[in-house]
T-cell receptor, first 108, second 114 residues
Framework: QKEVEQNSGPLSVPEGAIASLNCTYS??????FFWYRQYSGKSPELIMF????GDKEDGRFTAQLNKASQYVSLLIRDSQPSDSATYLC????????FGAGTRLTVKP | KAGVTQTPRYLIKTRGQQVTLSCSPI?????VSWYQQTPGQGLQFLFE???????NKGNFPGRFSGRQFSNSRSEMNVSTLELGDSALYLC?????????????FGDGTRLSIL
């Protein structure tokens, strides 16, 4: 079992829709959770981070964390074509572990 | 504030050679981590340095090594290069080692082994 699992996608949504990205992790000792966006040929860019159970909102992005279920998600509201990228889930315990990423395509 | 700077951006080497990559963290950041990214394996953790000390190490062979200097700049070295070492090597910095401090990535060094 991989330490951090994400659906590889591709996930395709129409412009203006909500994109939902999911991530599960195996280490119950994990303390912090991060979402990065990576455009093709570029390095990962931090979008959001969350430490406590519940929701955290930042503009069009909402991160959700459920430590009991070892589950973290990212919702992107009003998706735009510029949101098309690979989204990486990262989990930090003793060190940072990344999922393989979900490729999102937003179609105009 | 300048971001994380990695040099060189591109590098071509042949099997058996060695290579040194450099990373300058964001000003004030004292923790530097290195990752290898390949299409097949994704982002894999190599090691983390803080205050010139290696704090954590990923599951990579001893050919991969690193160090951190007193100004927080870091280098990683790969000896006896293999074809499978072809990858994007990313450096990320954070203010410290606390779990609630996110890491910020540099643009990476793309290493190609011929």
């Amino acid at each position: 079992q991989k330490e951090v699992e994400q659906n590889s996608g591709p996930l395709s949504v129409p412009e203006g829709a909500i994109a939902s990205l999911n991530c599960t992790y195996s280490d119950r000792g994990s303390q912090s959770f991060f979402w990065y966006r990576q455009y093709s040929g570029k390095s990962p860019e931090l979008i959001m981070f969350i430490y406590s159970n519940g929701d955290k909102e930042d503009g069009r992005f909402t991160a959700q964390l459920n430590k009991a279920s070892q589950y973290v998600s990212l919702l992107i509201r009003d998706s735009q074509p510029s949101d098309s990228a690979t989204y990486l889930c990262a989990v930090k315990g003793n060190d940072m572990r990344f999922g393989a990423g979900t490729r999102l395509t937003v179609k105009p | 504030k300048a971001g994380v700077t990695q040099t060189p951006r591109y590098l071509i080497k042949t099997r058996g050679q060695q290579v040194t990559l450099s990373c300058s963290p964001i000003s004030g950041h004292r923790s530097v981590s290195w990752y290898q990214q390949t299409p097949g394996q994704g982002l894999q953790f190599l090691f983390e340095y803080f205050s010139e000390t290696q704090r954590n190490k990923g599951n990579f062979p001893g050919r991969f090594s690193g160090r951190q200097f007193s100004n927080s700049r870091s280098e990683m070295n790969v000896s006896t290069l293999e074809l499978g070492d072809s990858a994007l090597y990313l450096c990320a910095s954070s203010p410290g080692t606390e779990s609630n401090q996110p890491q910020h990535f540099g643009d990476g060094t793309r290493l190609s082994i011929l």
